[in-house]
């Protein structure tokens, strides 16, 4: 039986009795059939409409059917061919494939591997057309400098991004470890007045406190032993533009007062100098941490931290936002595909199902991680479940069945812990139970924090 979408199909072939034969059969499973005898007419009524399929004979007269495939690919390259053939003839199928035929049939041949064949190429055709939208989609309104999204949480994200760009107003980034802080941050220096001058960055829990008071306000000659030039800090370089204080809940306390004192007066002095220097910056921060329970605990300055958080925006997690999986799958998959220069064009449906269930404890970078290797590892044109393991091992579950009740609570515990970092306030939230509670399973299972 063929596909509910009713399709229409052009059978050419120079024998009355192939054509009256084929054309019956297909009507009777709901396409739409015209016929031709040979190769101008079908060309002729080709150019007048479209055909999704044409079943086209090799061997006719005026015209082989193996021109007419190449003249008719010209003509409407979104046609599929099905080639019908005699047994002494496989070269010219063979040729016919390659000329970009989807496939052949030798005669004589059965209606029902005629119409298996038709339904698999409706299927491609199907998947194609799915894929073209899917495209359409991410170019025209899933965009926003580099963010891929359209679901109404990013929506919100990218509107909030427009207002809070047009003013020069510190701005703190939430959200867990992968949503794509640093992306939001460029987002909104790139839609700001400052968006011709220097966006600098700074990964403020990749330096022990010294490195990055060198980092951030630079040093003089001489300032300390390996210093043997003068060096400006990330503070001077982005004069006139961004600054970008990533993980900024790792700071030092010391370090903590002395940006303090320079996001309230824009001056700093560089290690082992004694000038006052002025820079006129934009400083956005992001953090992976509850903030205000570092406060609690006295590791975070309730100052530095009203003075950071002037327009706060969180980015949510992908679990938050699963209808902008299939997007951002397809976005990697462009990049990379294009990057390692493989045709794989598609994301089989199972697997875009599959990535919609799981629930990414490494948000958009685990998912860019795993359709990255997917493109490494895969064959063919699309992307399948098979080439994404972790998701196919997640469809399936785990065996729990051996394990005590004290092992499960330790592996999932453990799991929570992975996907939420240091943040224990919000692994607790999680969990449903308390910060106590969660210290006391850390301690008695071991757990690393």
Same mark, same amino acid.
């Given at each position: 039986m063929l596909p509910h979408k009713k399709i229409r199909i052009l059978v050419v072939d120079d024998e009355p009795s192939i054509r009256e034969s084929l054309s019956g059969?297909? @009507?009777?499973?709901?396409?739409?059939?015209?016929?031709?005898?040979?190769?101008?007419?079908?060309?002729?009524?080709c150019?007048? +409409?479209?055909?999704?399929?044409?079943?086209?004979?090799?061997?006719?007269?005026?015209?082989?059917?193996?021109?007419?495939?190449?003249k008719l690919k010209?003509?409407?390259?979104?046609?599929?061919?099905?080639?019908?053939?005699?047994?002494?003839d496989i070269q010219d199928a063979v040729q016919a494939i390659k000329a970009g035929a989807y496939d052949y049939l030798l005669k004589p041949f059965e209606l029902e591997e005629l119409t298996f064949t038709i339904n698999k190429m409706?299927?491609?055709?199907?998947?194609?057309?799915?894929?073209?939208?899917? @495209?359409?989609?991410?170019?025209?309104?899933?965009?926003?400098?580099?963010?891929?999204?359209?679901?109404?949480?990013?929506?919100?994200?990218?509107?909030?991004?427009?207002?809070?760009?047009? +003013?020069?107003?510190?701005?703190?980034?939430?959200?867990?470890?992968? +949503?794509?802080?640093?992306?939001?941050?460029?987002?909104?220096?790139?839609q700001s007045p400052r968006c011709y001058a220097p966006f600098i960055a700074i990964n403020c829990g990749a330096f022990t406190e010294?490195?990055?008071?060198?980092?951030?306000?630079?040093?003089?000659?001489?300032?300390? +032993?390996?210093?043997?030039?003068? @060096?400006?800090?990330?503070?001077?370089?982005?004069?006139?533009?961004?600054?970008?204080?990533?993980?900024?809940?790792?700071i030092s306390m010391k370090m903590q007062i002395?940006?303090?004192?320079?996001?309230?007066?824009?001056?700093?002095?560089?290690?082992?100098?004694?000038a006052v220097l002025k820079s006129d910056f934009r400083v956005i921060a992001a953090t992976n941490q509850d903030l205000q329970e570092a406060i609690r605990r006295k590791t975070f300055r309730q100052d530095l931290y009203y003075r950071l958080n002037v327009v706060h925006i969180h980015v949510p997690p992908l679990r938050?936002?699963?209808?902008?999986?299939?997007?951002?799958?397809?976005?990697?998959?462009r990049r990379y595909a294009t990057e390692m220069k493989k045709k794989i064009d598609s994301i089989h449906p199972k697997a875009l199902e599959a990535m919609q269930r799981y629930p990414w404890p490494g948000n958009v970078r685990e998912l860019e991680n795993a359709i990255e290797r997917a493109v490494v590892v895969g064959k063919g044109r699309q992307i399948k479940l098979s080439?994404?393991?972790?998701?196919?091992?997640?469809?399936?579950?785990?065996?729990?069945?051996?394990?005590?009740?004290?092992?499960?609570?330790?592996?999932?515990?453990?799991?929570?812990?992975?996907?939420?970092?240091?943040?224990?306030?919000?692994?607790?939230?999680?969990?449903?139970?308390?910060?106590?509670?969660?210290?006391?399973?850390? @301690?008695?299972?071991?757990?690393s924090t």
């Open positions: 059969w297909l @009507k009777r499973s709901g396409s739409e059939v015209d016929t031709a005898p040979d190769g101008p007419t079908a060309l002729a009524k150019e007048a +409409t479209h055909f999704d399929i044409a079943l086209i004979d090799v061997k006719m007269p005026e015209m082989d059917g193996i021109t007419l495939l190449r010209e003509l409407d390259p979104d046609t599929s061919v099905l080639m019908m053939t005699a047994h002494g409706v299927e491609m055709q199907t998947l194609a057309m799915e894929n073209l939208i899917l @495209k359409d989609r991410l170019a025209s309104v899933t965009r926003f400098e580099n963010l891929v999204g359209q679901s109404p949480p990013m929506l919100k994200l990218y509107e909030t991004i427009l207002d809070v760009a047009k +003013t020069d107003a510190t701005v703190l980034i939430t959200g867990e470890t992968g +949503t794509g802080k640093e992306l939001v941050a460029r987002a909104i220096h790139a010294h490195l990055l008071e060198s980092e951030l306000f630079g040093h003089e000659k001489g300032a300390f +032993t390996d210093a043997k030039y003068t @060096k400006k800090g990330r503070l001077e370089m982005a004069n006139g533009g961004t600054l970008f204080l990533d993980e900024v809940g790792d002395d940006l303090l004192r320079v996001l309230e007066t824009h001056e700093f002095t560089r290690v082992g100098g004694t938050e936002r699963v209808e902008d999986i299939p997007l951002l799958a397809q976005h990697f998959l080439d994404l393991p972790f998701l196919q091992a997640a469809e399936e579950g785990p065996d729990y069945t051996d394990l005590s009740l004290e092992e499960m609570e330790r592996r999932h515990i453990a799991r929570v812990l992975a996907a939420k970092g240091r943040n224990l306030s919000h692994v607790a939230r999680v969990l449903r139970i308390n910060r106590s509670t969660l210290y006391e399973k850390i @301690k008695k299972y071991g757990l």
